[in-house]
């Protein structure tokens, strides 16, 4: 990349010529200068200068795209002569949403980091959403989704079964009417709810209990919505939140019933029962996403297949 270029990706990550100026060590008049030779040179200028912060005008729109490809192509090539040498070293920015970075990723991130030291672990923390688009950018190496309607559009290897369960408040009415199907946090610990033979509350039931859900934007506020659409079901919404643990640790402090993972639940606790729900859109596949047309460096390569055989999973790079 020519320092031209650098200067005017560097304005652009800025939003100013100022920021630009310190940022790359120089004075604003000699960054001035340099971006208005380029401008001279293609005829037009690349930065609307009477928007606050700086805006991209249609030729330079076309300026940052250029770069950002050539960025691309001069990462993909450093990783792939790292790989030629057999070094596993670089980094891997992988992106998760609470639930998985709180409650699946932690021994799996720590396993491999004591296997592979030279590897720099840069966990970004977003909604489902907002990875998705990381992803499509390629601001991401890997990240994990289960929307049938997303992964279809990358790289996919699958990781593991997340089963969502209604949890409800011990001392809620509701259990005593649906004791035939409440489990105790003892049994989904165990995975019976996995079990072809545990009897499942029928979707019917979600209209009874007050409800703390997910917002829009992610997996399980979607899901949850198509089944009650399914049931022709009205929720009594009490509240809604972002975060799952959340609506987790708030029903188990008594406040309203809510949907869980399985995943989540904690062995010994008595304060929540536990419904399997009968329908397949309780249960979700989690997979580990790449970019699309990317190379893959072997890092990459080796995270995911050391994701997998912590999932009781085969590797899928060998």
């Known amino acids: 990349m020519t320092p031209e270029m650098q200067y005017i990706y560097t304005i652009y990550q800025e939003g100013s010529f100022s920021k630009a100026a310190e940022k790359l060590y120089l004075t604003q008049p000699a960054l001035s200068i340099a971006i208005h030779k380029v401008e001279k040179n293609i005829g037009m200028p690349l930065f609307d200068r009477k928007r606050k912060p700086l805006q991209l005008t249609d030729a330079g729109r076309i300026y940052v795209d250029t770069i950002q490809k050539m960025l691309l192509l001069e990462k993909e090539q450093q990783q792939k002569l790292n790989d030629i040498q057999n ?12 639930y998985l970075n709180a409650y699946i990723l932690p021994d799996i991130l720590a396993s491999f980091n004591r296997d592979y030291p030279g590897v720099e672990l840069q966990i970004m923390e977003r909604s489902a959403y907002e990875l998705s688009r990381m992803l499509t950018g390629r601001e991401l190496d ?14 996919r290897y699958e990781m593991f079964e ?9 001392d809620d009415a509701f ?4 004791a035939r199907c409440a489990l105790t946090a003892a049994q989904v610990k165990a995975g019976r709810h996995r079990q072809p033979d545990c009897t499942r509350l029928p979707l019917a039931a979600l209209a009874e209990p007050e409800l703390i859900l997910l917002r829009k934007g ?3 506020y979607e899901r949850a919505w198509e089944m009650f ?4 079901v009205t929720p009594r919404v009490k509240l809604d939140l972002n975060q799952l643990v959340t609506a987790y640790h708030l029903a188990e402090a008594g406040m309203a019933a809510t949907l869980v993972s399985g995943r989540i639940v904690k062995a010994g606790s008595d304060t929540l029962c536990y ?3 009968d329908s397949p859109l309780a249960t979700r596949i989690f997979y580990i996403l790449l970019p699309q047309n990317a190379y893959v460096p072997v890092a990459v390569r080796r995270f995911v297949d050391h994701a997998l055989a912590w999932m009781g999973k085969p590797p899928v790079f060998g």
């Not at 070094?87 to 609470?98: F, S």
């Not at 659409?229 to 022709?232: D, F």
């Open 229 to 232: 659409a399914a049931a022709g």
């Open 87 to 98: 070094l596993v070293t670089g980094a891997i920015r992988l992106g998760g949403t609470h």
């Open 162 to 170: 997340d089963n969502i369960l209604l949890a409800v408040p011990a």
């Open 142 to 155: 890997l990240t994990f989704n289960c929307s049938p309607e997303f992964i279809q559009d990358f790289p």
């Open 175 to 178: 259990n005593r009417k649906y």
């Open 275 to 277: 419904y399997p729900l």
């Open 218 to 220: 992610n997996n399980l």
